[in-house]
């Protein structure tokens, strides 16, 4: 009897030996954001994960670079080509957006904010184990992602910071997202709010890096954040919320860095050389970019930039004969915009193929050096604005020394001109008509629906956001003129 | 016979008042039955007491003290009472008759079996030999038609496959609708066994043989079905298996073969040569075209019919057959008893390629290590092989799709009978080739076993550990061979391998006793523990050696791809039952559990699960005693909240997955966490009355129920300015109401001569009552508020156009129209039977026996729209043979009531996927099951040295009425299926055996 009893005992003890994690099962072959935020090397892959929507074809890998160029003189729709058009790009073309077909940046912007959140909110968890410099080089990271998220959703959704518009919506911004909450249903945080958090996150991630911290391994080093990075995004922000002199000081700082120098006329000539076909930079211009390969998570496929501005893809986005014709003659910029073989478009060829085994992609630049001379170039024609050793007019020669092209006076009419020029299919122009209140005029279009003028306070310089987010969120206001 | 099956049944008996006599003396005995097998649970009482009485335990043993003079009064339920005079005797062994029209059968119920007569909650039985006296290959194919309110569906008739059981409704939207599956007392696995595509679907079912089954309870509502808690929400099924029992080895043998066929009833066929040539012809001319120009796009000279002509369907099907051989063992003495059987099964399909093979054993024994401990063991062994071609799908392998789509003039075969793979027209696939050349195959083996300890430390209180183990392994190849296909595909190679093991520990306290003769009482307390672990790895090569076509060291490492998957689940459960019965008229049962599962998110692991019931036996209370030929009344009602956990893991988490950016290997969020993600809950109201009358000659039930499901797993849209664009979460509800009834009548019973008849019918309306906010989910296939599970939001066909032949469709505004575009979307019909039953008859003379057994649905649709899209086409597929009843088109104006005119290359849209044309009534009777057997008499068969020798025939599916333009209204529970293996008909004989 006794070994019986035994038995039952060992038995009822080993269905007793559930521990308490018996009911834990956490996935294998992905992991959980518990696991992930609670070590410091978790924390770092989801940094460094949180940069690869940047190439996604809803954002830098292709429609914010190709429908902020189409809505403006630089794009044009080329209706006779030999090769197949897909039929994409002609709602943007057209700038015509509805509640139901608007711009697809707001859920993937949202989603890197989401990402580097998750991040930022367990940086400082006990448990983590790195020095306190380690954490702060990815909190600057993280910020600026944050940063630029939230500043390309303003740009894109909201009338720009400036603006003397009347209507409620015409004062908001996007919301402006700061912690993880599946529940939050957010209003639009003002213009004003929106663009003083996105300065806040860039000023604290300027402060938190390390001066010399990039970033170790993958590709290029150009596709990582760095203190010039983090500078320059602040000297555009600066441009946009009209602080001049910060937009120059910080201009500045980037140029005096000496990290970076100009590339010159032959450097940037249409060729198989060019640096718009580099693949990792070393040296020149670029201070951040967004990488892209067919390898990798995003920015891959038939819709990515190079295949929507080449004959050798869909051709759907051409470049325009106002924009051939902005540049004279030598001016190295002009071979940029070049005839398909059967002379029927003009395409732009910045984003012709790396050229380096897998031609059917190209970085996406988003901040280089050049723009630090125009931004300061336009800064410092403002009243009062003044940098030690710089003025407007060297900065507008340095540009066009390096181009093959005349250098032109110090105005801010030359100015935009010049940036016109330098940053065509750059994604700039719309957002720099925008904020400096110039009508988008062409005349080079095809089709009769196309608009050939959009005049300073349409309502069409802020895109609808999304009926269905509308739905979800009764918080949110729509934009005028979008409400049908 | 009736017996007594588990230690656990309480006995309740109706004690007399009496007065108690002095002088007793101590009398033990035996309480058995004539075959000398103990009845245990039998009350043993003295004739005229109420306070003396005692019980039998397992070996019928019992010991009561009494007056010399007394007399012994022995009930026991399923035997006539027994009295027996002590006359001073100390040893009084009683043997027990049995009764053969008791209505006091025992069912089996959660942890445990009580009478009939006790139950409660709503249950539906069916006994062992119903099941395995038709020749099925999985036991979840025999439950179809025959319990009220258990809905069964097949979306394949290939041999092996799965089918789809709903009892009482779909209840869920995202979360599995299927039962959860008690065999033995432990949780098994069920669903589809096949992985990696290679099989079209084989139910993990397949391993149970129907002749190891003593019994199938279907616990349909929430008392019944609440002691399994959070896996209850869909219904239970309790499968028990047969148990070894006291007295000599009986062996028993079995075989059995079969045919079967492929056949519409329903008219359905394709078009023959002339047919179709007349067709396209016409297509043709209606394009404006010259179908005699041989420059002709869709050249189609009268001539074609003076060639060869080939009947593909029937160059890619056979007769199949199916065979089946099994040899079983029965015995045991008063401590050890066994059962045991070993079965194999062989089937052919109709379509060439299509075989399942399965070995099987099973072991249950039982040994009583001390007079009040026992141990048991049950373990089931299977090896199944389930050869495949691709059915369930419109591949041009698919030997039934490919077969009614093959041109009447296009080559199957050379004329050396080889089947050629050159036909552009059909992709370069020939279906029989496939069938030849290529592997394709699921091989399973499956173990399961459980070992039970039961003490009984003091009377009336069991102790009990069940402790099980269950294992899948699983083999899947398909190699597609160079002989059966064209470049691009050939020479690829898949194979993978899965393994599943599931461990379950049941232990529970049972406590059972009367009380003062009227008060009967049991009691469980139970913990119940399960763990889950499921790996599979896929391996995919496109290159090949044909001589070789195994991964072997030569292959190029740089294009195989390898998948792995991993999943991982836990549950820990805590319960109680308590079940109280006075005199038996007023029962009361009541049922709590507490389950916490792995699957749900932090806040919500744990959940609670409970019931309650009561039922009023009116026919055993004094003013309806002695009611003429009423025999049993009886209410029942329940109320209860149980779950429905059916998700697949890790759904709660928050979770990441790789990305890689500029090199550099990141993660980023790959789902949102839901730390109140939790089960649906199911809140069931049942009612119900059984009644017997005349002697029990016509017995039925009728129960009225209303599900409601809370709680409903959604994907819910959220604002993307979290990250994410929808979560899935428990919001929504939805509700199933309906009406059961079943019945049986002994029209005649007499000992030689027995007639019966019996039937069920339940009806059953499932209402989406909130989705979360939205109106609808889906597109076609709708979820809908106020609508059942599937609703198809279909365009409105009107027909055609008497003056031209073109199609017509109602716009939105009413007006008619000839553009598809412009047709307006309704809600047209629902797979979801209103009315599902079935009824049989039987009738025995002698050792002569006939049965039938017929089962319907009715009131619901199938959309026949994959095969109608492309072989009802109104000439759009010029190089496919169309349904024969797509020959009734339009030739001339004035003709109404038929197809549109034929157009070669047809852009109107009449052959749209989505046009209610495809639409069809399902409703059918089925004549399920004829079955003419003859028993030898045993005055015969012992001169052979058997005891017992039936040999039968049966008829399985041999017509269907229904009206449905295809080859069988049958096609899953969604009503839509893609190159589906139909059901067949078949024909079997067997012979029993039994020595």
Known sequence: MKKYIIIVALAALALSGCSKDFLEEAPKQSQSDVLTLSTFEGLDAATAGAYGPLASNNWYGADFILSNEMQTMNGKRWTNLSQYISGRYTDEYAVHYTQTGTKPLWGTAYYVILSVNSVLEHLDDAGIEATDQQKNNLKAECLFLRALAHFDLVRTYAQPYNNTLTAESAKLGVPVILTVDAEAKPKRATLVETFAQIEQDLLDAEAAIDPAYVRSGGNNDASKVSIYAIQALLSRVYLYMEKWQEAADYATKVINSGKYTMWTAAQVADGDDCVWREDTRKGGEVIFEVWTNQTQSYGTGNENVWAMTTYLGYGDCGASADLLNLYEAGDARKTLVQSDPDGNGLFTMKYFGKGVGSIDANNIIILRLSEMYLNRAEALLHPGVTVTGASAVTDLATIANNRGATPLSATLANVYLEQAKEFAWEAHLWFDLARTGRPMTRTDVSGTSIPTNIPAGDYRWAMPIANRELTVNPNLIQNDGYNN | ?995
């Open chain 2, 1 to 995: 016979m009736k017996k007594f099956y588990s230690f656990f049944t309480v006995v309740a008996l109706i004690l007399f008042p009496a007065i108690a006599f002095a002088q007793n003396i101590e009398v033990t005995g035996l309480v058995s039955e004539q075959d000398g097998s103990p009845v245990s649970g039998a009350a043993v009482q003295l004739k005229g007491s109420v306070s003396v009485y005692s019980m039998t335990d397992a070996q019928g043993a019992y010991s009561i003290s009494v007056p010399a003079n007394g007399t012994l009064v022995v009930s026991c339920l399923g035997y006539k009472t027994a009295e027996v005079a002590v006359g001073g005797r100390s040893m009084v062994n009683i043997i027990l008759e049995t009764d053969a029209i008791s209505l006091t059968e025992v069912v089996f119920v959660a942890y445990g079996a009580v009478r009939k007569e006790a139950v409660t909650g709503s249950v539906s039985s069916v006994k062992g030999e119903t099941l395995a006296s038709t020749p099925i290959v999985s036991v979840d194919n025999a439950l179809s038609g025959k319990l009220a309110g258990v809905s069964v569906s097949a979306a394949s008739g290939q041999p092996g496959a799965l089918t789809q059981i709903r009892i009482r409704g779909n209840g869920s939207i995202n979360a599995s609708n299927a039962p959860l599956w008690v065999v033995d007392g432990i949780p098994v696995i069920t669903g589809s066994m096949s992985f990696n595509g290679n099989a079209s679907s084989s139910s993990a079912l397949t391993s149970l043989n129907p002749n190891d089954i003593e019994s199938i309870t279907v616990l349909k509502d929430a008392a019944a079905a609440a002691a399994y808690g959070s896996r209850a929400g869909n219904g239970v099924i309790l499968v028990t298996t047969k148990s070894g029992k006291e007295g000599a080895a009986q062996f028993t043998a079995r075989a059995k073969y079969g045919i079967n066929w492929l056949q519409s009833d329903s008219g359905f066929r394709m078009m023959n040569a002339s047919e179709l040539l007349e067709y396209q012809r016409d297509a043709v001319i209606n394009a404006g075209m010259d179908p005699d120009d041989p420059t002709c796009a869709y050249y189609r000279p009268l001539s074609i019919l003076n060639g060869n002509i080939y009947n593909a369907i029937n160059d890619f099907t056979r007769l199949g057959n199916l065979q089946e051989y099994e040899i079983g063992a029965r015995g045991g003495n008063s401590r050890a008893k066994y059962y045991s059987s070993f079965s194999y099964q062989k089937s052919e399909g109709v379509f060439y390629g299509v075989d399942f093979n399965k070995l099987q054993g099973r072991v249950n024994t039982s040994y009583k290590l001390l007079d009040n401990l026992e141990m048991g063991t049950r373990f089931n062994l299977a090896y199944s092989k389930q050869s495949d071609v691709p059915m369930q799908s419109l591949y041009s392998a698919n030997p039934l799709w490919s077969g009614e789509g093959w041109l009447p003039w296009e080559p199957t075969h050379d004329e050396n009978g080889l089947f050629l793979t050159n036909s552009a027209v059909n992709s370069g696939e020939n279906a029989r080739a496939s069938a030849e050349y290529d592997d394709k195959y699921d091989e399973t083996w499956h173990i399961n076993g459980t070992a039970t300890l039961r003490w009984t430390p003091v009377k009336n209180l069991d102790i009990e550990t069940r402790n099980s183990l269950e294992s899948f392994f699983t083999n899947g190849r398909h190699y597609y061979s160079r002989l059966s296909h064209t470049p691009r595909y050939a020479d690829q190679l898949d194979e993978g391998i899965q393994r599943i093991l599931q461990l379950t520990t049941s232990n529970t306290a049972t406590y059972a006793n009367i009380f003062g003769g009227y008060h009967s009482v049991r009691a469980v307390v139970g913990q119940e523990a399960m763990r889950y672990k499921g790996v599979s790895y896929e391996l995919y090569y496109p290159n090949a050696d044909p001589s070789m076509p195994y991964f072997n060291s030569s292959i190029d490492q740089s294009v195989s791809e390898i998948q792995y998957s991993e999943s991982n689940e836990t549950m820990l459960s805590f319960f109680g039952i308590f079940d109280y019965n006075y005199d038996n008229r007023y029962f009361l049962q009541a049922n709590i559990r507490e389950d916490g599962s792995s699957l749900f998110g932090a806040e919500n692991k744990w959940g609670t699960f409970w019931s309650a019931s009561a039922s009023w036996n009116a026919s055993n209370e004094a003013f309806l005693k002695d009611v003429n030929g009423l025999d049993l009344l009886k209410f029942r009602l329940s109320y209860g909240v149980n779950g429905n956990n059916g998700i697949s893991p890790y759904q709660a988490y928050g979770l990441y997955g790789s990305a890689i950016y500029n090199g550099i290997s990141g993660y980023l969020p790959s789902q949102l966490e839901n730390k109140r993600l939790s089960w649906e809950r199911n809140l069931t109201w049942n009612a119900g009355v059984d009644f017997g009358l005349f002697k029990n000659a016509l017995t039925g039930s009728i129960d009225v129920y209303r599900r409601t499901t809370k709680d409903l797993l959604l994907t819910k849209q959220i604002p993307q300015t979290t990250g994410f664009s929808s979560i899935f979460t428990n919001v929504g509800s939805m509700k199933n109401e309906g009406v059961e009834f079943q019945m049986n009548y002994d029209i005649i019973a007499k000992p030689d001569f027995l007639w019966s008849i019996g039937g069920n019918v339940a009806y059953n309306k499932t209402t989406i009552l909130d989705l979360g906010g939205d109106d609808h989910i889906g597109t076609i296939t709708q979820q809908v508020v106020g609508k059942g599970m599937y609703t198809w939001f279909l365009y409105d066909y009107y027909g055609v156009n008497p003056s031209n032949g073109e199609p017509l469709w109602v716009a939105e505004d009413g007006s008619l129209t000839n553009t598809y575009a412009k047709a307006r979307q309704y809600y047209a019909g629902s797979p979801e039977p209103k009315f599902v039953g079935g009824f049989n008859t039987v009738l025995q003379w002698k050792g002569f026996s006939a049965s039938a057994f017929f089962e319907f649905k009715t009131g619901h649709q199938v959309l026949i729209w994959n095969e109608n899209h492309y072989l009802h086409s109104d000439g759009a597929q010029m190089d496919m043979n169309q349904f024969a009843s797509a020959y009734n088109y339009w030739r001339k104006p004035g003709d109404t009531g038929v197809n549109p005119k034929p157009v070669a290359g047809n852009t109107s849209g009449s052959d749209d996927w989505y046009n209610d044309r495809w639409l069809q009534d399902a409703s059918y009777l089925r004549v399920k099951d004829i079955t003419l057997s003859y028993t030898i008499p045993q005055n015969i068969s012992k001169k052979f040295h058997i005891n017992n020798m039936r040999i039968y025939v049966s008829g399985l599916n041999l017509y269907c009425f229904n009206d449905v333009d295809f080859w069988d209204p049958e096609q899953g529970v969604t009503g839509i299926t893609a190159g589906a293996y139909p059901l067949t008909k078949s024909v079997v004989g067997g012979i029993e055996l039994t020595f």
